[in-house]
């Protein structure tokens, strides 16, 4: 299981949010770069399709992939109240033939994106990871070197943390009170919901990105 | 002067007591101060000071004491009050400060320290020794030049301060504003975003959004789908020349009429030892039901060939495998001897009660999984094709476990152990059952016995195992056309598949609970009656009552099939 949040910020404002970020988890940010292959069962897999996340890291020289299931989302009253989003998600490492294996079972392409921006993966009362990236659509299948953003002024801010059903009250908490400190650059929310823009992000960015001002007398 | 306002700073609540007119006449004050200052309102105001700062303090002795950690908010708003308030009284009472005079009555402990500092018109040594300090730092190589020029430059310094500080403040208000914290005495002013930008702003966020959780506006047209003109780097490897997109394997077909010799090629690190099964293979699935001496137990057990000929591999069920199946082959003719001694034991097992049969057979599973080292989760796709295949073959005395055969045609050309050939049910049933135990008996023993542990523990543990095991191997498309699983989890039915197999095969004996299940219509009897035979089975068999309703499925489908 994980919690998970996620926000916008306009690219104008995002490097004022990765110093925000650089002191607020302590740790060096990595480069983020993502090719995620989603894809869809067949009708011969069930009458329900499945849908499965191909995940390839190219920040390596060595291209490493991961399988990931995201399941559906916890329900209920209990849910509601949780400003963090709680699913089920299963995820391994896998080898490159993995696309070749699921297209040899049925799953046929369903859409491919290219994330490329910088993450964080830090402690702060439970393993929590911060990514930043714009998200990218690619105008050719598999066509990465040509990808465009999808949407160019704006990138997705994510907060994830793994959990499981005993302890996924206490990451949800983790995870909102470090949301807290990202308020003055940008509102985070269960995935689906939207947040708009913060008025203070001007602001605040401008003062993170700023060295301190003020006048010696 | 400085000690009459140092006396009144230090008692606001009390001395007005003392600067009041002697009790005995209610004398007033001068009216001119009177005008200018209304003693009593100053007297209660501080008394309200004084009430207001008590409470405080003990509310932040409050907090000290039970350890939480106040709401700042609030206090600072609340010191800013009082604050507020001490600076007006003050001020007020500075205005007609010169108007009174420090005048006590008695000399008590209370006052007896502070008494002479009050009264002295004089600075204390001390202090002036601090005053003279200052003034000399202050006048610092200005009291060489005349005193005009002296205050010149004081003013100078005077009005160079009071610029800073105007900066100061300034600076401290654009941020007050910007951080939306307010003024001190307003409220906050909160940015706005212009409309139209923020309507363009949330657009803009609902399309990412999309985009990233349902993959809104990233699928491609169908036309555009075609293999791409140049991949990735990390791509290119994977997806080969041509084969990008969702396309099954093609090669299903071509393998299974020239197995040999493409066997070994596509075989790495295995002997190539396909070529004798393959041929007695295509011999055998010619023969008769029944008719054949199996002689050669091993020969007949893992030729790909009946696929060829089987009904499944009609319906395309068997397009990739072919490595796979290659491998059986090989894995079959090395482990040729291994498989007569199992002959040997399985006839004696047939004549053994059912649940000596079962128990016995699961040790000679075993230890025929033991014996296997190749290939261990490749036959696991094999294994899903012949899930149903397994549960006919278990139909009746009849335990092929170690006897792979693919449809009705392979049974006919393999070799009983027993020779009891279950004709009442048809050789439909026999067959896939028996194809499957080869092909769990192939597997390595490791994980042979893992599954089949796994398999007598919680089936629900099982699935993700088998998911695991599964997806580590290229799982063939072999059962795609055929099989349709309910359920949305493409691994969970197949590990359902193994699982149930294993099932099968750990209740080899109990043949007659497999009757009902090909015959009923997604019936779950089947399990039940496997359940009554096979004491062991009976909490797997119970926990598997989810899932197997594929096998039905198939078996019907498998019929079908054979019969057409």
């Known amino acids: 299981m994980?919690?998970?949040?996620?926000?916008?910020?306009?690219?104008?404002?995002?490097?004022?949010?990765?110093?925000?970020?650089?002191?607020?988890?302590?740790?060096?940010?990595?480069?983020?770069?993502?090719?995620?292959?989603c894809l869809k069962s067949g009708p011969n897999l069930g009458a329900v399709p499945s849908e499965v996340r191909l995940i390839c890291n190219l920040e390596q020289t060595?291209?490493?992939?991961?399988?990931?299931?995201?399941?559906?989302?916890?329900?209920?009253?209990?849910?509601?109240?949780?400003?963090?989003?709680?699913?089920?998600?299963?995820?391994?490492?896998?080898?490159?033939?993995?696309?070749?294996?699921?297209?040899?079972?049925?799953?046929?392409?369903?859409?491919?994106?290219?994330?490329?921006?910088?993450?964080?993966?830090?402690?702060?009362?439970?393993?929590?990871?911060?990514?930043?990236?714009?998200?990218?659509?690619?105008?050719?299948?598999?066509?990465?070197?040509?990808?465009?953003?999808?949407?160019?002024?704006?990138?997705?801010?994510?907060?994830?943390?793994?959990?499981?059903?005993?302890?996924?009250?206490?990451?949800?908490?983790?995870?909102?009170?470090?949301?807290?400190?990202?308020?003055?650059?940008?509102?985070?929310?269960?995935?689906?919901?939207?947040?708009?823009?913060?008025?203070?992000?001007?602001?605040?960015?401008?003062?993170?990105?700023?060295?301190?001002?003020?006048?010696?007398? | 002067m400085a000690a009459m306002e140092g006396a009144l700073q230090n008692q606001p609540p009390q001395p007005l007591q003392q600067q009041q007119p002697q009790p005995a006449?209610?004398?007033?004050?001068?009216?001119?101060?009177?005008?200018?200052?209304?003693?009593?309102?100053?007297?209660?105001?501080?008394?309200?000071?004084?009430?207001?700062?008590?409470?405080?303090?003990?509310?932040?002795?409050?907090?000290?004491?039970?350890?939480?950690?106040?709401?700042?908010?609030?206090?600072?708003?609340?010191?800013?009050?009082?604050?507020?308030?001490?600076?007006?009284?003050?001020?007020?009472?500075?205005?007609?400060?010169?108007?009174?005079?420090?005048?006590?009555?008695?000399?008590?402990?209370?006052?007896?320290?502070?008494?002479?500092?009050?009264?002295?018109?004089?600075?204390?040594?001390?202090?002036?020794?601090?005053?003279?300090?200052?003034?000399?730092?202050?006048?610092?190589?200005?009291?060489?030049?005349?005193?005009?020029?002296?205050?010149?430059?004081?003013?100078?310094?005077?009005?160079?301060?009071?610029?800073?500080?105007?900066?100061?403040?300034?600076?401290?208000?654009?941020?007050?504003?910007?951080?939306?914290?307010?003024?001190?005495?307003?409220?906050?002013?909160?940015?706005?975003?212009?409309?139209?930008?923020?309507?363009?702003?949330?657009?803009?966020?609902?399309?990412?959004?999309?985009?990233?959780?349902?993959?809104?506006?990233?699928?491609?047209?169908?036309?555009?789908?075609?293999?791409?003109?140049?991949?990735?780097?990390?791509?290119?490897?994977?997806?080969?020349?041509?084969?990008?997109?969702?396309?099954?394997?093609?090669?299903?077909?071509?393998?299974?009429?020239?197995?040999?010799?493409?066997?070994?090629?596509?075989?790495?690190?295995?002997?190539?030892?396909?070529?004798?099964?393959?041929?007695?293979?295509?011999?055998?699935?010619?023969?008769?039901?029944?008719?054949?001496s199996i002689t050669n137990f091993d020969n007949t057990t893992t030729s790909p060939l009946p696929y060829a000929n089987s009904p499944r591999s009609g319906t395309n069920i068997m397009n990739t495998p072919s490595p796979q199946q290659q491998n059986q082959q090989q894995k079959q003719q090395q482990q040729q001897q291994q498989q007569q001694q199992q002959q040997q034991q399985q006839q004696k097992l047939m004549q053994l009660p059912p649940q000596q049969q079962l128990l016995a057979q699961q040790q000679f599973r075993q230890s025929a999984m033991q014996g296997l080292g190749q290939n261990p989760l490749h036959q696991l796709h094999d294994l899903q094709g012949q899930a149903q295949q397994k549960f006919q073959s278990l139909h009746g005395q009849h335990q092929m476990q170690f006897s792979p055969s693919m449809g009705h045609q392979q049974f006919q050309g393999r070799q009983l152990p027993s020779g009891h050939v279950p004709h009442g049910i048809g050789q439909n049933q026999l067959n896939p059952g028996s194809q499957m135990n080869r092909h769990l008996s192939q597997f390595s023993g490791a994980a042979n016995s893992a599954l089949f542990n796994a398999a007598q523990t919680t089936p629900n543990q099982m699935i993700p195992n088998m998911s695991a095991t599964m997806s580590s191997q290229s799982l063939l498309p072999r059962m795609q056309p055929q099989f349709e699983m309910p359920g949305n989890n493409p691994q969970r039915s197949h590990a359902s598949q193994i699982l149930s197999d294993q099932m099968f095969n750990m209740g080899a004996t109990n043949t007659g609970g497999m009757m009902p299940l090909q015959q009923q219509h997604g019936s779950q009897g089947a399990f039940g009656n496997m359940a009554q035979n096979a004491q062991n089975l009976q909490s797997n068999m119970v926990a598997l009552q989810g899932t197997p309703q594929n096998h039905p499925n198939f078996n019907q489908q498998r019929q079908q099939n054979q019969q057409q």
């Not at chain 2, 504003?177 to 409309?195: E, F, S, W």
């Not at chain 2, 070994?264 to 029944?290: D, E, T």
Request: charge should be neutral.
């Open chain 1, 2 to 37: 994980e919690c998970v949040v996620q926000g916008i910020i306009e690219t104008q404002h995002v490097e004022a949010l990765e110093i925000l970020l650089q002191g607020l988890c302590g740790v060096r940010r990595e480069p983020l770069k993502v090719h995620e292959i």
């Open chain 2, 25 to 292: 006449a209610v004398e007033r004050l001068n009216d001119a101060v009177q005008q200018q200052l209304n003693l009593k309102s100053v007297k209660d105001r501080a008394t309200n000071l004084f009430k207001n700062i008590t409470r405080i303090l003990e509310d932040l002795d409050g907090h000290a004491r039970t350890n939480t950690t106040p709401k700042w908010q609030d206090l600072l708003s609340q010191y800013s009050m009082v604050n507020l308030e001490l600076f007006n009284i003050v001020d007020e009472i500075k205005k007609v400060s010169k108007a009174f005079v420090v005048y006590p009555k008695n000399v008590n402990a209370e006052n007896a320290v502070v008494l002479p500092v009050m009264l002295s018109s004089k600075l204390l040594p001390e202090m002036e020794v601090e005053d003279n300090a200052k003034r000399e730092q202050l006048l610092l190589g200005l009291q060489s030049l005349p005193i005009s020029t002296q205050i010149d430059k004081l003013k100078a310094r005077i009005d160079m301060i009071g610029a800073a500080c105007e900066s100061a403040e300034k600076v401290l208000a654009d941020t007050r504003k910007a951080y939306c914290i307010g003024t001190r005495q307003g409220i906050p002013v909160v940015p706005t975003l212009d409309k139209a930008q923020a309507a363009k702003i949330q657009e803009q966020e609902n399309l990412l959004r999309a985009a990233v959780n349902y993959g809104e506006a990233l699928r491609l047209p169908p036309d555009q789908r075609q293999n791409p003109p140049a991949l990735p780097m990390h791509l290119v490897d994977v997806l080969g020349g041509g084969d990008g997109g969702a396309q099954a394997f093609p090669e299903a077909s071509g393998m299974y009429s020239k197995n040999t010799p493409v066997s070994s090629s596509n075989l790495s690190g295995q002997s190539p030892l396909m070529q004798v099964p393959g041929s007695q293979l295509l011999g055998r699935s010619a023969a008769s039901p029944g008719g054949t």
């Open chain 1, 62 to 217: 060595e291209p490493t992939w991961t399988v990931r299931f995201v399941g559906g989302a916890m329900r209920g009253a209990g849910a509601e109240q949780l400003s963090v989003l709680v699913r089920t998600v299963i995820e391994s490492k896998a080898s490159k033939n993995v696309l070749r294996l699921f297209y040899a079972l049925g799953y046929k392409l369903d859409h491919e994106l290219l994330r490329v921006g910088f993450a964080f993966h830090f402690q702060r009362g439970t393993q929590m990871t911060v990514t930043v990236s714009s998200v990218n659509k690619m105008p050719q299948l598999h066509n990465t070197d040509e990808a465009v953003p999808v949407t160019p002024g704006i990138q997705l801010v994510e907060v994830t943390a793994p959990a499981s059903s005993e302890t996924y009250t206490e990451v949800a908490s983790a995870v909102s009170s470090f949301c807290e400190y990202l308020a003055p650059l940008l509102h985070l929310s269960k995935p689906g919901i939207s947040t708009g823009v913060v008025p203070t992000a001007a602001a605040a960015a401008a003062s993170l990105m700023s060295d301190g001002g003020g006048t010696t007398l």
